[in-house]
């Protein structure tokens, strides 16, 4: 990612002027797009099959988006195009919880993204908008725009990470460790064994496991902040 996909996000969108105004635009295109993704996952968007959805020749795509690549970067930024869709807060830590909680809630919403969020990119006019919607919700609860920007940063970085087993199709502890119900393969890993016994493996969803490990997370960064005072 460079220059190129910098241009890209927050360069005007180009349209070839000439002859009768297309049928077609960068939003039309990238919404479609992005609804192929939802419904059958990222390596079936092409600009053969999106042309085929929009009822287009695949040339006329080119008119507004360069390539596929350039496309996953349009569709990520487009899913945060809005305004920050989280519940008000009076404190910090329901700001960060509820940022925590809409993260998570984009990747579910929207598996595909997240490889596209966790590999080399730029920051698009979307995302920056949540990011500076979010750090505002906290400087107007007391926490200074510094600091905010490495809690809003912390959280989401636990959530990226968190949220994986769930979009993976694992919906609960048992089900994810479900290899250790073959007792073959149990004796190879005795410190995982114990899960497997009767009354012993947790029956939370992995929702439970995201909300625990988001408030730990909150626990330290509230250490921190008191630390310093």
């Not at 305004?83 to 404190?91: C, I, T």
């Not at 700001?95 to 730029?122: N, Y």
């Not at 750090?135 to 990226?160: K, N, Q, S, Y």
């Not at 694992?170 to 393969?185: C, K, V």
């Amino acid at each position: 990612m460079g220059q190129a996909e910098y241009d890209l996000l927050w360069g005007e969108p180009h349209r070839n002027g000439r002859g009768r105004p297309a049928a077609l635009s960068r939003e039309r295109i990238v919404a479609e797009a992005v609804a192929i993704a939802d419904a059958e996952g990222l390596q079936k968007v092409s600009m053969k099959h999106l042309a085929e959805r929009l009822g287009s020749g695949v040339m006329s795509l080119y008119r507004h988006v360069p390539g596929k690549d350039e496309l996953v970067v349009l569709m990520y930024d487009s899913l945060m195009a809005g305004p920050l869709p989280l519940a008000e807060a009076d404190n910090w830590r329901d700001v960060l919880r509820h940022w925590g909680l809409g993260v998570r809630d984009l990747f579910t919403a929207h598996p595909w993204a997240l490889g596209v969020a966790t590999g080399e990119r730029v920051m698009g006019p979307g995302e920056a908008g949540w990011v500076d919607a979010v750090i505002g919700r906290l400087t107007a609860v007391g926490m200074p725009a510094e600091l905010g920007l490495i809690a809003v940063l912390t959280v989401d970085c636990f959530a990226l990470g968190a949220v994986r087993p769930e979009i993976g199709g694992a919906g609960s502890e048992t089900e994810y460790f479900q290899f250790l119900t073959d007792p073959a393969i149990r004796a190879r890993y005795p410190n995982l064994a114990p899960l497997a016994e009767p009354g012993t493996a947790a029956e939370g969803s992995m929702e439970d496991y995201f909300d625990f490990g988001l408030e730990r997370v909150l626990d330290g960064l509230e250490h921190y902040i008191e630390s310093r005072q």
